[in-house]
Antibody, heavy 120, light 107 residues
Framework: QVQLQQWGAGLLKPSETLSLTCAVY????????WTWIRQSPGKGLEWIGE???????NSSPSLKGRITISADTSKSQFSLKLTSVTAADTAVYYC??????????????WGQGTLVTVSS | DIQMTQSPSSVSASVGDRVTFTCRAS??????LAWYQQKPRRAPKLLIY???TLQGGVPSRFSGSRSGTDFNLTISSLQPEDVATYYC?????????FGPGTEVHIK
């Protein structure tokens, strides 16, 4: 039974850095893509970025320059950092598991979600 | 980015009804389409991938199909536990993008 458990700060001030971590329990860490998706009332569900077991990352062009995704394979954990947050980054952030290779964009396991609010 | 649209935005039906809603992509995505169910205050749940393949554990009353550029999700007999918002998502090209969702209510 694969489970994703995520944690991180839920209230940030503008210009601060969002930091979230997701731990994967059960299943293989190395066979999949590990992805962050966020959901806000204004923009709906938005793919943010991904990392695979070898550390190869991709991220949304709209967040380019502000986003870092990393992984600690020894702990089966991956993390998201988003710098210089604004109110537009307020959303529920989910960590997810994408499939391997061609199925990387099918997200079959999700974390519980973390509401991140950016407010002064 | 590929834009996804869904219709209707909301549907209300009776228990036992057959319900179908539609998703369309702004560009060709072959059969690289998924459907997710999201209940209030819960994470989305993968129902169908590759247009019509049912994810393990998903009830057989859910089915997916494609007709030309339209992708459809059908619930053959609506149940009270199906009250949720349903999202389509294209998995054809970077970045993955989602539709705005269809809310399903019970009359």
């Amino acid at each position: 039974q694969v489970q994703l458990q995520q944690w991180g700060a839920g209230l940030l001030k503008p210009s601060e850095t969002l930091s979230l971590t997701c731990a994967v329990y059960g299943g293989s860490f190395s066979d999949y893509y590990w992805t962050w998706i966020r959901q806000s009332p204004g923009k709906g569900l938005e793919w943010i970025g991904e990392i695979n077991h070898s550390g190869s990352t991709n991220s949304s062009p709209s967040l380019k320059g502000r986003i870092t995704i990393s992984a600690d394979t020894s702990k089966s954990q991956f993390s998201l950092k988003l710098t210089s947050v604004t109110a537009a980054d307020t959303a529920v952030y989910y960590c997810t598991r994408g499939g391997s290779s061609y199925y990387r964009y099918y997200f079959d396991h999700w974390g519980q979600g973390t509401l991140v609010t950016v407010s002064s | 980015d590929i834009q996804m649209t869904q219709s209707p935005s909301s549907v209300s039906a009776s228990v036992g009804d057959r319900v179908t809603f539609t998703c369309r992509a702004s560009q060709g995505i072959s059969n690289w389409l998924a459907w997710y169910q999201q209940k209030p205050r819960r994470a989305p749940k993968l129902l169908i991938y590759a247009t019509s393949t049912l994810q393990g554990g998903v009830p057989s009353r859910f089915s997916g199909s494609r007709s030309g550029t339209d992708f459809n999700l059908t619930i053959s007999s609506l149940q009270p536990e199906d009250v949720a918002t349903y999202y389509c998502q294209q998995a054809n090209s970077f970045p993955a993008t989602f539709g705005p969702g269809t809310e399903v209510h019970i009359k």
